[in-house]
């Protein structure tokens, strides 16, 4: 019996955890755009032009990292929808708010549905919550108008409790679990292969392998989708890496301390989490 070379082992494996991710990922992603149909649709019939999507809820109104990761995805959803309305930028949002002592989740009484509607120059609002129920999460959306506080929209879906999203269902609106914030070092080797699972800003998804090295303070990236080869440079702030790889705009990464890197790229409208590969 010939053994394979240790290199080929290590392919064949990286392979192995691409293909095992992309099932629940596809899965996730075509839920992810039902859901935004059906609320573009409903914005539009209603005749609505700018549309702010808040971060989702457990049924106490509680915030939590999934939530906030979900209402970014719904976000670069609804924009690929293409149906003639605009949606608020969610970091702009997010300042808005602060400034006018709002919170970013749990928006349901009428005063506060309409002083975001001014304030946010928006005439929609999206918002929404999440339950476990065993293998799966349950998503229940809603279109608000801004002006009456009437819901004019809704959709619900389930996507699989995979280990990352149960991860970020169980880290709380502060990040409570162990996730580091802004500014404060990570301790994970972030050197190594990873594989990777991305949303393109279209909405079709890919898969490949990326490699990091460390280089004096900064981080090479090397991807490998499919045929095609890119490269860019990191550099780290807190658990916040940002990598510029020749695009208008950088890819940004959340490094979580297992060692996951959430990230998004091309200004929010796409998505891209590399997995450690062992």
């Known amino acids: 019996m010939k053994l394979l070379p240790k290199n080929a082992i290590v392919l064949l494996l990286s392979l192995l955890v691409v293909l095992v991710q992309a099932g629940p990922l596809a899965a996730y992603e075509r839920e992810m755009r039902s859901l935004a149909a059906t ?43 293409n149906m003639g309305f605009d949606v608020v930028d969610r970091n702009h949002l997010k300042s808005i708010l602060a400034e006018n002592k709002l919170s970013m989740s749990g928006i349901v009484d ?17 918002t929404g919550s999440l339950t476990p129920f065993g293998d799966s999460i349950r998503i229940s959306c809603k279109a608000i108008d801004m002006f009456t506080a009437k819901v004019i929209g809704v959709a619900k879906g389930d996507i699989a409790k ?60 090397v991807w490998k989708i499919g045929s095609t080869t890119y490269s860019g440079t ?17 890819v940004i990464y959340a490094v979580q301390p297992d060692g996951r890197l959430i990230g998004t790229w091309n200004n929010g409208t796409a998505t891209e989490n590399l997995i450690p590969l062992q």
């Not at 009428?110 to 999206?126: F, H, M, T, Y």
């Not at 994970?188 to 303070?217: C, D, F, H, W």
């Not at 916040?240 to 020749?246: C, R």
């Open 162 to 221: 995979t280990a990352a999203i149960a991860d970020l269902l169980n880290t709380g609106e502060k990040g409570e679990k162990t996730k580091p914030s802004a500014g404060q070092a990570v301790s994970v080797k972030l050197e190594g292969q990873y594989s990777a699972m991305g949303r393109n800003p279209n909405g079709t998804t890919y898969s490949g392998i990326v490699t990091i090295t460390k280089r004096s303070e900064a981080y090479l990236f």
């Open 110 to 126: 009428p005063d506060s549905v309409r002083k975001l509607g001014k304030i946010a120059g928006a005439d929609a609002l999206i």
């Open 39 to 81: 609320l573009a649709a409903a914005v539009k019939d209603h005749g609505k032009k700018v549309v702010a999507v808040v971060d989702f809820t457990d049924l106490e109104g509680n915030p939590n990292e999934l939530g906030r990761f979900v209402a970014e995805e719904l976000a670069g959803d609804l924009i690929n929808t």
């Open 234 to 250: 990191g550099s780290l702030d807190g658990n916040i890496l940002t990598v510029e790889w020749g695009a208008p705009y950088p």
